[in-house]
């Protein structure tokens, strides 16, 4: 019993260490007023997506950790919900995580998302953005969003997000940016 206590505490040390590594390699997010690095990735149905193509709009580019699970479906749906006010607002909404494009278009389906999921299967993306996180077995983008202006620099940056208030939080944010009600 002593061997495998021993043996757990060795393995859970060895993957501490790991995570410790790849989190001091790791990119950090770009800040407001920066470039939003540029990327182009294949929606559910394959069809790649730009951020270049989406210029002259705001973008809400927001990461999560997989599909169809408890938070990444409250914020899809909330982003669903106030769908009609962010595009009032000239928001182009666009998630992104590392599941692929099938994947995706089983969530999109399930819940009735109107704006495209992106594949990041390898985690390029969400690595520019300093949003992947490799826990050796378990690799997932960290729920980042990143509001980007018209012009593609980073307006808001948003690192700590509430499922239940986010897509509220984003429209606040767009409202005074933009200076519409």
Request: aromatic share 10%.
């Amino acid at each position: 019993m002593k061997t495998l206590l021993l043996a757990v505490v060795v393995v859970a040390g060895v993957l501490l260490a790991l995570r410790v590594a790849a989190a001091e390699k790791a990119p950090r997010p770009p800040e407001s007023g920066e470039m939003a690095p540029d990327f182009t990735l294949p929606d559910a149905t394959g069809k790649p997506v730009s951020l270049q193509s989406l210029r002259g709009h705001w973008v809400v580019l927001y990461f999560y950790p997989k599909d169809d699970t408890p938070g990444c479906t409250e914020e899809a749906c909330q982003f669903r919900d106030d769908w009609v006010q962010l595009q009032a607002l000239g928001a182009k909404v666009v998630g992104v995580s590392v599941d692929d494009s099938a994947s995706h278009a089983a969530f999109a389906k399930k819940h009735g998302l109107p704006f495209p999921l992106l594949a990041d299967v390898g985690g390029a993306v969400a690595k520019t953005y300093g949003a992947y996180s490799d826990w050796v077995v378990f690799k997932f983008a960290k729920r980042y969003t990143f509001l980007i202006s018209p012009d593609g620099r980073i307006a808001r940056t948003y690192l700590s997000v509430d499922t239940s208030k986010h897509s509220a939080e984003v429209i606040a944010d767009l409202k005074q940016l933009t200076g519409r009600d």
